[in-house]
């Protein structure tokens, strides 16, 4: 999940300090038993914090719900999400939903929890510990078994089976998370948001972040030893996601009208889609596992998703191969104002999905480009200015919200006529008397 934006100062070259090492344990954690697919690190090294958290600091408490909820973040295949809190960290299942696990901390919270599938090991930062710190916590040891320290504050961490990432406001450092051996650093423009994507796929190892230039965004193809600048927007990158095997890229500026999709290699413009008329906060976006759909929510209180599917798009033999299975005559837009973020196709719309367009846009040569833009295929209404993030189900037709007030949603749409999803589930799995917005 993206940090929420501040103001630091630009950290010097030295940010970086070296750890030291110690092993890790290869059993599963409490939480990963909800599901038998784990990914559990076998043997290697981490580097240790020189005083190791005794196991009596952490305590496995009733949940305490008078505390707030600091962050969120799901897991690398979405069937998980974790919560940072005033008190500790929880972890909830999708599917069923339900909590798995949690943990307080007498001294303070978690500012961010990071997992790595459903294994024992995940990145914390901030609340009781420092915020220019990432700890790596062992569960199954019920301590901190390593720690890497920075001179600026930490704005976000991304885990693989192979890697880990640290995102500062101006730096990226990323690590092989076997030794913790520094691998890459990486220059970026200011960063508060800590927008960072990671592939997860085993087969590809695939980063995208912040470039140099404001509206570009940096992908770096470590299989391939490529490295592609997309110049994504105008305006400045707000949001932005990766496939699965990081193949394809989605983006959207700070004005929130439009969602880009780009092929993450040659950097080729594929798609535009319209998510609205006025400005938008957009928190966050998610392609479905066989990229056939796009999620979108954002601070207007409406989950867009939209069709990509056409043969047009593979850029690889692992994208999907399932025929096109949806048409639509219906859409919805947000706000009523013609505001555009400015920049034309580099390519031909190499797309053929389902969703709508404008009545006018047989006239897209002669009106302006919003009157031939294509809408959501379907869509789901929350409160406005409740943060949340999006993803698929179990399978693609079904769609998982979970905000930041506590709130986690299950909604299913119409893969044929699309429109208004229904509702399938409402948990209310956090409380706080004291809740404010991040």
Not at 262 to 289: C, K, M, Q
Not at 308 to 329: D, F, Y
Request: glycine share 8%.
């Amino acid at each position: 999940m993206a940090s929420s934006p501040g103001v630091m100062a630009r950290p010097s070259s030295s940010d970086h300090c070296l750890p030291s090492y110690s092993s890790i344990p290869s059993q599963s954690s409490a939480f990963e038993q909800a599901n038998p697919n784990t990914c559990t690190l076998d043997g290697g090294l981490l580097p240790a914090d020189s005083q190791p958290i005794s196991s009596s600091q952490l305590e496995y408490d009733t949940c305490n719900l008078d505390s707030d909820l600091l962050s969120l973040s799901f897991n690398q295949d979405y069937g998980c999400f974790a919560c940072g809190t005033s008190k500790g960290f929880m972890i909830f299942n999708c599917d069923p939903f339900k909590e798995t696990f949690h943990r307080d901390f007498p001294n303070g919270g978690i500012g961010m929890v990071e997992m790595l599938f459903r294994c024992n090991i995940l990145a914390l930062v901030g609340g009781t510990y420092p915020p220019n710190k990432v700890l790596l916590w062992d569960d199954i040891k019920n301590q901190c078994i390593g720690e890497l320290s920075f001179r600026s504050e930490v704005r976000a961490v991304r885990l693989r089976k192979d890697r880990i990432v640290v995102v500062l406001e101006h730096k990226i450092y990323v690590y092989n998370l076997q030794h913790l051996k520094l691998l890459h650093q990486i220059e970026t423009i200011a960063n508060p948001r800590g927008l960072c994507c990671l592939s997860p796929s085993t087969e590809s190892a695939v980063l995208a972040c912040l470039g140099l230039h404001r509206g570009q965004v940096r992908v770096e193809h470590y299989g391939l030893k490529k490295t592609k600048f997309i110049s994504a927007h105008e305006s400045q990158i707000a949001c932005f996601a990766l496939t699965t095997d990081g193949q394809l890229l989605a983006t959207a500026s700070y004005k929130g009208t439009l969602i880009r999709i780009f092929n993450s290699i040659d950097g080729t413009r594929l798609r535009e889609v319209r998510r609205g008329a006025d400005r938008a906060e957009i928190y966050s976006i998610s392609f479905s596992p066989n990229i056939q759909w796009l999620a979108v929510s954002s601070d207007k209180g409406t989950v867009h998703i939209f069709n990509l599917k056409a043969p047009e798009i593979r850029v690889s033999q692992n994208l999907s191969k399932k025929p096109l299975q949806c048409t639509s005559n219906k859409g919805s837009v947000d706000g009523a104002d013609t505001s555009d973020d400015s920049g034309n196709l580099a390519n031909p719309v190499a797309f053929s999905g389902g969703n709508p367009n404008s009545t006018l846009s047989f006239m897209k040569g002669v009106l302006p480009k919003y009157f031939s833009s294509e809408w959501s295929f379907a869509q789901f209404r929350l409160p406005e200015d409740v943060r949340t993030l999006v993803a698929f189900g179990a399978d693609s037709c079904s769609v998982i919200i979970v905000g930041l007030d506590g709130s986690f949603f299950r909604c299913r749409f119409d893969p044929v006529n699309g429109g208004e999803m229904q509702q399938e589930e409402f948990v209310r799995f956090f409380t706080a008397d004291s809740y404010i917005m991040a």
